[in-house]
């Protein structure tokens, strides 16, 4: 029988000691006392991240005719910011504590100083998030430029080119995966507030009369990924921003909540940004990123319907969902329950000795499985204490080469939820797991 711990913040301590326990996520320049709000990802974290990437990008491009992708720039210069609003509006209202004079994210704090108790504070100011540095040798406001704090403009600065060379027509999308960077006040939760992120975004361009309908269908289209790659309903929710609430380029947005430890909180974000930052962009540069419909004879300026999402705030996300306790033979076991598609790794190889006619056998069944599936290969302790850590990390399948094996030429498959094992023919092991993992 399943169990989750009762209390949600021990739930958010067990997975973090897990992921640095075995190698998800780890404090970055941790042998120098760590670098606030920064962490690296481990061999186990690159490989689901890279994963959670990749099953976003299959969802919005591959399987897709309609949307394309793109790699921007991470620097740019200041009239994209200026132009975009967000030299001007991307802001949050910080304050110092009087007492302990540590500074807060006003609208984070409910009045009280997290640190002291204190319920004295500074007057707000806004402080800006955007990181600033120097482009070139030469110090000054010509060589001033900024760490872009979301992909999007990117897609909105490349319509032009995009639809010269794509000869695309809306609706249509632009996605773009990368790293992001904003100068939090008070990043916090592991890793779901940081300075330095990735996200996933795509920006669809739809004519402005059916901007309404692309955005309640981008809306269901991304709780339902979230759905299909197991996040439970129960812990996921839909919230609509109020009209008080919009940000200064939106028409309407919905935010994906995910029930975090602390609350329910944000996991992905879809806008109808109206046709705000095409115009912004071309009355600041003076290009006109307008559509020309031949059809109609008609030229306007699409709409934008974007869903926003992190790709390191989805993993995280995926790992609390997944993460679950339950009893094997009288002894407790924790268990990932990740998607094939999100474990580290899809399968594990286990030779039951180190001897080599064995390893020789497991090293066959390596070379078959590879090309297919992400694979570990691990020789080390008993098989039992072997299943338990391919268990702790998400690994859906073990095949453990015996004995029996250097004869009826059939290794023993084990299921990591159902813990059921089923002894399968060497020549027949790649078809076998590709039914199990929905392939076939």
């Known amino acids: 029988m399943d169990s989750t711990p009762s209390n949600d913040l021990e739930l958010l301590d067990k997975v973090i000691n897990l ?28 490989n689901m991240l890279r994963n959670v990437k990749s099953a976003w990008w299959r969802d919005m491009v591959q399987m897709r005719v309609d949307v394309v992708g793109l790699d921007a720039a991470i620097l740019g210069p200041p009239a994209v910011w200026a132009a975009s609003g967000h030299l001007e509006t991307f802001t949050d209202p910080l304050v110092d504590c009087r007492k302990c004079k540590e ?18 504070f500074t007057e707000a100011r806004a402080f800006n998030l955007m990181f600033k540095t120097q482009a070139g040798p030469v110090e000054g406001e010509g060589a001033t430029a900024y760490l872009r704090p979301e992909t999007a403009q990117g897609m909105f600065t490349n319509f032009n080119n995009v639809v010269a060379t794509t000869r695309k027509k809306p609706p249509f999308g632009i996605a773009q995966v990368g790293k992001s960077f904003r100068n939090e006040i008070t990043p916090q939760n592991f890793v779901f507030r940081t300075r330095e992120f990735e996200q996933m975004e795509m920006e669809y361009f739809v004519p402005p009369a059916e901007a309404e309908q692309w955005y309640r269908y981008w809306i269901d289209q991304r709780l339902n990924w979230y759905l299909g790659l197991g996040i439970p309903a129960d812990k996921l929710r839909l919230h609509e921003h109020a009209p008080e609430d919009l940000s200064h380029y939106s028409r309407g947005t919905t935010d994906v909540e995910f029930a975090y430890p602390w609350g329910w909180d944000e996991l992905e974000g ?9 115009t912004q962009h071309s ?28 790709a390191t705030r989805a993993m995280m996300a995926f790992l609390l969902a997944a993460y679950h306790e339950d009893v094997v033979e009288g002894e407790t076991r924790t268990v990932l329950r990740l998607d094939w598609r999100l474990a580290p790794y899809q399968v594990a190889v286990l030779p039951l000795s180190r001897k080599p006619e064995l390893e020789s056998v497991s090293q066959e069944v390596l070379a078959i499985l590879q090309p297919h599936f992400a694979c570990d290969y691990d020789v080390t302790q008993s098989i039992g204490r072997r299943y338990r850590r391919q268990d702790e990390v998400g690994t859906p399948f073990c095949i453990t080469v015996d004995f029996d094996s250097l004869e009826d030429r059939c290794v023993t498959v084990r299921d990591r939820d159902s813990t059921e094992q089923a002894r399968v023919p060497i020549a027949d092991l790649l078809a076998d797991l590709r039914q199990r993992t929905g392939q076939d």
């Not at 807060?104 to 319920?119: L, M």
């Not at 990123?289 to 992190?310: C, K, M, S, W």
């Open 19 to 46: 992921a640095k326990r075995r190698g998800f996520i780890f404090p970055s320049s941790e042998i120098y006392g760590g670098f606030r709000s920064t962490y690296d990802y481990g061999p186990l974290g690159v």
């Open 103 to 120: 500074r807060w994210r006003e609208d984070k704090i409910d009045g009280v100083c997290p640190n002291c108790g204190s319920t004295e």
């Open 283 to 310: 009355n600041a540069s003076g290009a006109k990123l307008e559509y020309f419909d031949q059809a109609a004879n008609e030229r306007y300026t699409p709409y934008v319907i974007e869903p926003a999402a992190g």
């Open 270 to 278: 879809i806008a109808n940004r109206g046709d705000y930052d095409l």
